[in-house]
Nanobody, 122 residues
Framework: QLQLVESGGGLVQPGGSLRLSCAAS????????IAWFRQAPGDKREWVSC????????YYGDSVKGRFTISKDNAKNTVYLQMNSLKPEDTAVYYC???????????????WGQGTQVSVSS
């Protein structure tokens, strides 16, 4: 069974950068599209980005487009989320998830990591 583990979160100043990792075990990420979601306190979980397993196409939410980049290293069985120009409103727990296809909706994903905290503050 696929297991996902996120890492790379932390505290960063506004305008800074972080790179999140989503490491998989138990199966190959080549079989799944992988998405990143985030959830701030008191808010619903928000879809951030997704990378297709078929052709590597990438998709982004409007709030992160142009600042975040999703990528995948099949040899390391890991997906990354490079986050640049971070803003305080990016503060949230970030989760990676695997499903059958790239979808905006949580229900489309069967496997989830435990999350990693990203805090953007001066």
């Amino acid at each position: 069974q696929l297991q996902l583990v996120e890492s790379g979160g932390g505290l960063v100043q506004p305008g800074g950068s972080l790179r999140l990792s989503c490491a998989a075990s138990g199966d190959s990420l080549e079989h799944y599209p992988i998405a990143w979601f985030r959830q701030a306190p008191g808010d619903k979980r928000e879809w951030v980005s997704c990378i297709s397993y078929i052709d590597g196409s990438t998709y982004y939410g409007d709030s992160v487009k142009g600042r975040f980049t999703i990528s995948k290293d099949n040899a390391k069985n890991t997906v990354y989320l490079q986050m640049n120009s971070l803003k305080p409103e990016d503060t949230a727990v970030y989760y990676c998830a695997a499903g059958a296809k790239c979808s905006w909706y949580e229900e489309g994903y069967s496997y989830w990591g435990q999350g990693t905290q990203v805090s953007v503050s001066s």
